[in-house]
């Protein structure tokens, strides 16, 4: 079975631009999650969704947004982007939202804003 | 949301036991511990988790003390390829599903 595919795998923008990252599921899985990583601040949730709707948000403020499709796939919109949005973003997904279902991680966009 | 108390590093020898501890004194009855292990440049990786009864699998055990306080990851045969930084995470049944991911072990096995 395929993991979790993150694209693109590197992405470089300037200060000022947007920009959008896909996340496709492992097969089945209907909840997907994103993450920021980054050195300072280590592995913070952004949000989570489940069947097209949002249901957590972390606390990342509105220039941060993502949608999730039918198909389960899901992509994440940064607007305005700061250099301190310059992260490692990890999409996971898992086969239901709730405690007892693992969260299986994609590798991940390390976007650079310069 | 419960916390999690992890030691910054640890070094164990190739082919040893590597035993990584965790404290999770304010987990609540229904709350999941689980670990991740993450390698450089890679998205973390999912190795197991537990309730209240240890659990194994093909890759690691997992060690619940009986009130749960605390918990214990066991590799029981360290390879170099397990060198990582291991977060150990207690699901959150607050009506918000999500991992609060703290700072984690970095393991070093060593030659």
């Known amino acids: 079975k395929a993991g979790v595919t993150q694209t693109p795998r590197y992405l470089i923008k300037t200060r000022g631009q947007q920009v959008t990252l896909s996340c496709s599921p492992i097969s089945g899985h209907r909840s997907v999650s994103w993450y920021q990583q980054t050195p300072g601040q280590g592995l913070q949730f952004l949000f989570e969704y489940f069947s097209e709707t949002q249901r957590n948000k972390g606390n990342f403020p509105g220039r941060f947004s993502g949608r999730q499709f039918s198909n389960s796939r899901s992509e994440m919109n940064v607007s305005t982007l700061e250099l301190g949005d310059s992260a490692l973003y990890l999409c996971a997904s898992s086969l239901e939202t709730g405690v007892n279902s693992p969260l299986h991680f994609g590798n991940g966009t390390r976007l650079t804003v310069t | 949301d419960a916390k999690t108390t992890q030691p910054p590093s640890m070094d164990c020898a190739e082919g040893r036991a590597a035993n990584l501890p965790c404290n999770h004194s304010t987990i609540s009855g229904n709350e999941y511990v689980y670990w991740y292990r993450q390698i450089h440049s890679q998205g973390p990786q999912y190795i197991i988790h537990g309730l209240k009864n240890n659990e194994t699998n093909e890759m690691a055990s997992l060690i619940i003390t009986e009130d749960r306080k605390s918990s214990t990851l066991i590799l029981p045969h360290a390879t170099l390829r397990d060198t990582a930084v291991y977060y150990c995470?207690?699901?959150?049944?607050?009506?918000?599903?999500?991992?609060?991911f703290g700072t984690g072990t970095r393991l070093k096995v060593l030659a």
């Open positions: 995470i207690v699901s959150n049944t607050s009506g918000t599903y999500k991992y609060i």
